[in-house]
Nanobody, 115 residues
Framework: QVQLMESGGGLVQPGGSLKLSCAAS????????LGWYRQAPGKQREWVAT???????NYADSVKGRFTISRDNADNTVYLQMNSLKPEDTAVYYC?????????WGQGTQVTVSS
C-alpha cells in the first residue's frame, strides 16, 4: 500500500507559477513510478507527467516546456513545477503511484488559473 497526499494548489493568474507537492508513504515507494494527472470540470482525467523510479521524466504535449516533474527519493516526495500557467490548466491535480499491477491515487488538489 502507498498513501499519497498532495499540497500546493491554489488560485494563480495566467502566466503565473505554482509548485505542487505529493508526499508518498508506504512500502517500497522508491520503486514506484510517480506522476500527476488532472481532471477539469466535465472532462475525463488526463495524464500530465510521470517520473520513473530511476528519475526519467515524461510529459504530455500540452504541458511540455512549461511543467517540470521531479522527485526526492530521500523524502519520498514528487513535485510538479508549473510555469506559464494558462486558464486551460485549471483542474484538480491528482498524484499517482504505479508499479504494475498496483496503482494508487491521492485525493487531489485544486489549481485555478484565472485573472
Amino acid at each position: 500500500q502507498v498513501q499519497l497526499m498532495e499540497s500546493g494548489g491554489g488560485l494563480v493568474q495566467p502566466g503565473g507559477s505554482l509548485k505542487l507537492s505529493c508526499a508518498a508513504s508506504g512500502s517500497a515507494v522508491g520503486g514506484y513510478n510517480l506522476g500527476w494527472y488532472r481532471q477539469a470540470p466535465g472532462k475525463q482525467r488526463e495524464w500530465v507527467a510521470t517520473i520513473t523510479s530511476r528519475g526519467r521524466p515524461n510529459y504530455a504535449d500540452s504541458v511540455k516546456g512549461r511543467f517540470t516533474i521531479s522527485r526526492d527519493n530521500a523524502d519520498n516526495t514528487v513535485y510538479l513545477q508549473m510555469n506559464s500557467l494558462k486558464p486551460e490548466d485549471t483542474a484538480v491535480y491528482y498524484c499517482n503511484a504505479n508499479l504494475f499491477p498496483s496503482q494508487f491515487w491521492g485525493q487531489g488538489t485544486q489549481v485555478t488559473v484565472s485573472s
